[in-house]
């Protein structure tokens, strides 16, 4: 528990400094979050006994069932929630974890949280606000077309590697968690805007494998790619909170009003268990139970 919790500790004093300095939050603001976070921590280390980036969304639940048994008030724990998301988001724009474990976590009784979902024309409007007549905006909309029409996580789409592309076949090669691999078809759209945006780096690429590139050659890391999403969106003036996973709860949710199997979805996202697949959907609640226990039985 110690070596764990030096680790809470460093984590924690980052973050403190991110919150104070970066986004400027006030002096009790700050305090109220450390002390939330030092709550949270402390129930993780002495009920699990792991570091930040071993926490997962069971962990984050059992907290706030926690909270809810010894009777902390719905605003208190809305309170506390949204410290530990915070916490956890941190530590995503600081690519120590892939994603937050509290992102789709809610308080208990404060009933279910749908994400935001983009509809089509939305895609389309982010995807024009971009400006085309440069090399990184032609990168930009490959990058987002990807994202979208093939529903990957931002993890999976900043480590495609050029071997990754298998264009003849019409589909690309993912690598997802625990190095696990899934083929996903790739659209002529996205096809076709990747095939420009390689064209113009061909030149400067020299061995670099990896397919989106900044524009020292490197490969992008986790921040670039929120940092572009969030500039298309207010040029776009999208009133809406949305992140890279935001596109891929659009595919999921696109491909099941579409008529596509929650099974369909689950392999194509590649979730383990079907039961993950839920947080995706937008159906009628016991239609989705039927659903789900219908191909559990298969």
């Not at 264009?167 to 625990?178: L, P, S």
Request: some cysteine.
């Amino acid at each position: 528990m110690a070596e764990n919790g030096k680790k809470w500790e460093e984590q924690a004093k980052r973050f403190r400094t991110y919150i104070r300095l970066e986004k400027r939050l006030s002096a009790n603001t700050v305090e109220s979050y450390m002390r939330d976070l030092e709550q949270f921590a402390h129930f993780i280390l002495r009920t699990y006994d792991v570091p930040p980036h071993k926490v997962d969304r069971s962990m984050v639940e059992s907290f706030m069932s926690r909270l809810y048994e010894r009777g902390s008030e719905k605003t208190s724990q809305a309170r506390t929630l949204s410290g530990v998301r915070g916490f956890f988001n941190f530590l995503l724009l600081s690519d120590r974890i892939e994603e937050s474990p509290a992102e789709f976590v809610e308080a208990p009784k404060f009933g279910r949280h749908l994400p935001d979902v983009l509809t089509v024309r939305e895609i389309d409007t982010i995807m024009a606000a971009i400006d085309t007549s440069t090399v990184k905006g032609r990168r930009d909309t490959a990058m987002i077309e990807v994202l979208y029409s093939c529903g990957l996580r931002v993890s999976e789409l900043t480590s495609l590697r050029l071997g990754d592309l298998f264009f003849g076949e019409g589909y690309i090669r993912v690598i997802g968690k625990g190095d696990k691999q899934r083929l996903v078809p790739l659209s002529a759209a996205a096809r076709e805007k990747i095939q420009v945006y390689l064209d113009d780096v061909r030149e400067r690429r020299g061995s670099e494998q990896t397919l989106f590139l900044n524009n020292r050659g490197r490969g992008l890391t986790r921040v670039m790619v929120f940092t572009v999403i969030r500039n298309a969106v207010e040029r776009a003036g999208i009133d809406k909170r949305i992140s890279p996973h935001t596109f891929r709860h659009s595919f999921a949710t696109h491909l099941l009003e579409g008529g596509a199997s929650i099974r369909q979805v689950q392999e194509l996202l590649g979730h383990e268990s079907i039961l993950t697949t839920e947080i995706y959907t937008h159906l009628d609640s016991e239609h989705l139970r039927e659903t789900v226990e219908r191909h559990l039985k298969l």
